[in-house]
């Protein structure tokens, strides 16, 4: 069953602009984390955010977390044309099989 | 470090012919698992493994097999393929522990399976 939702399903932007995608989980989870999907490759991780944590920063990311509201957010600032890809977000309520993938937002940005 | 390796690439099979995905990491990664990619279904978790000698059902375990002898390998049976398994599968490893930073996963390049 799917945990995460993200939202929008598809973006496109242009270079420069900032991303902005949702991720919505039902269950309650210890972490959240973010991956990037570039095209016929596998996940690369980029963050992760601990159910404690409301805000987390990495480079051009920013992500948050809404535990009440039970989403997060994946802001990436800045864009540039290698941003394109997929990202999805993954979150983890305990035990390994208790990972779950959204099913992905899709990021064009255009040069 | 290669990190995770799959192979094939790509793979096409008929109808009741089974195969060996391979998967190896040389991060010496205790977590291994194996995921299949569905458009519009995310990733979807099929087995995972704990350590040598130990593995596990994930979500979609029917029509798959697993068996970890070492912590590097971790190979996925398909016994009779059926079109139903075509898909793109990954496999992933991460470090054990609790520590939440042990989350985060290293996936393979993938392998596209169509099963005709």
């Known amino acids: 069953s799917q945990q995460g939702e993200e939202d929008p399903q598809a973006l496109s932007i242009q270079e420069g602009e900032n991303a902005t995608m949702n991720c919505s989980y039902k269950?309650?989870?210890?972490?959240l984390q973010w991956y990037r999907q570039n095209s016929g490759r596998g996940l690369v991780h980029l963050i992760l955010?601990?159910?404690?944590?409301r805000e987390k920063h990495s480079g051009r990311l920013r992500v948050t977390l809404d535990t009440s509201k039970k989403s997060s957010s994946l802001l990436i600032t800045a864009s540039r044309a290698a941003d394109t890809a997929s990202y999805f977000c993954?979150?983890?309520?305990?035990?390994?099989?208790?990972?779950?993938f959204g099913t992905g937002t899709k990021l064009q940005v255009i040069p | 470090n290669a990190g995770v390796t799959q192979t094939p690439k790509f793979q096409v099979l008929k109808t009741g012919q089974s195969m060996t995905l391979q998967c190896a990491q040389d991060?010496?990664?205790?977590?291994m698992s194996w995921y299949r990619q569905d458009p519009g279904m995310g990733l979807r978790l099929i087995h995972y493994?704990?350590?040598?000698?130990?593995?596990d059902q994930g979500e979609v375990p029917n029509g798959y097999n697993v068996s970890r002898s070492t912590t590097e390998d971790f190979p996925l049976r398909l016994l009779s393929a059926a079109p139903s398994q075509t898909s793109v599968y990954f496999c992933?490893?991460?470090?054990?522990?609790?520590?939440?930073?042990?989350?985060?996963?290293?996936f393979g390049p993938g392998t596209r399976l169509t099963v005709l």
């Open positions: 992933a490893s991460r470090r054990s522990g609790t520590e939440s930073s042990y989350n985060e996963q290293f």
């Open positions: 269950t309650s989870i210890n972490n």
């Open positions: 955010i601990r159910s404690n944590e």
């Open positions: 993954a979150t983890w309520a305990g035990g390994y099989q208790k990972v779950t």
């Open positions: 991060m010496n990664h205790e977590y």
């Open positions: 493994s704990v350590g040598a000698g130990i593995t």
